[in-house]
């Protein structure tokens, strides 16, 4: 079972970035693929994007993909979100989680591990 640590998160200026990261112990990424989720409080959650570690192939959702990335380092086997052009609307937990294979699943339920969660709050 993979461990995921995310970390990164904070309080930061509309406009500002921010780097996410989320760590797997206990097993490494290889083989998963690694999404991220966030969930502002009323709402539902949301996919934000998902890398293949086999690949490294990317997707991000459209709405958010002229603004984030993601990227991954296999020495540290660790998946990035890197966050620019923050916008208030942008502030949320942000969750990393991970499944088997290559498919990107933007549901859920999909995905068997999940990280803490870190908070992310863009001010205006």
């Known amino acids: 079972q993979v461990q995921l640590v995310e970390s990164g998160g904070g309080l930061v200026q509309s406009g500002g970035s921010l780097r996410l990261s989320c760590e797997a112990s206990?097993?490494?990424?290889?083989?998963?693929?690694v999404s991220w989720f966030r969930q502002a409080p009323g709402k539902k959650r949301e996919f934000v994007g998902a890398?293949?570690?086999?690949?490294?192939?990317?997707y991000v959702a459209d709405s958010m993909n002229s603004r984030f990335t993601i990227s991954r380092d296999n020495a540290k086997n660790t998946v990035y979100l890197q966050m620019n052009s923050l916008k208030p609307e942008d502030t949320a937990v942000y969750y990393c989680?991970?499944?088997?294979?290559?498919?990107?699943?933007?549901?859920?339920?999909?995905?068997?591990?999940w990280g803490q969660g870190t908070q992310v709050t863009v001010s205006s």
């Open positions: 890398i293949r570690w086999r690949s490294g192939s990317i």
């Open positions: 206990g097993r490494t990424f290889t083989g998963y693929t």
């Open positions: 989680a991970s499944r088997p294979g290559d498919a990107i699943l933007t549901g859920g339920s999909a995905y068997t591990n």
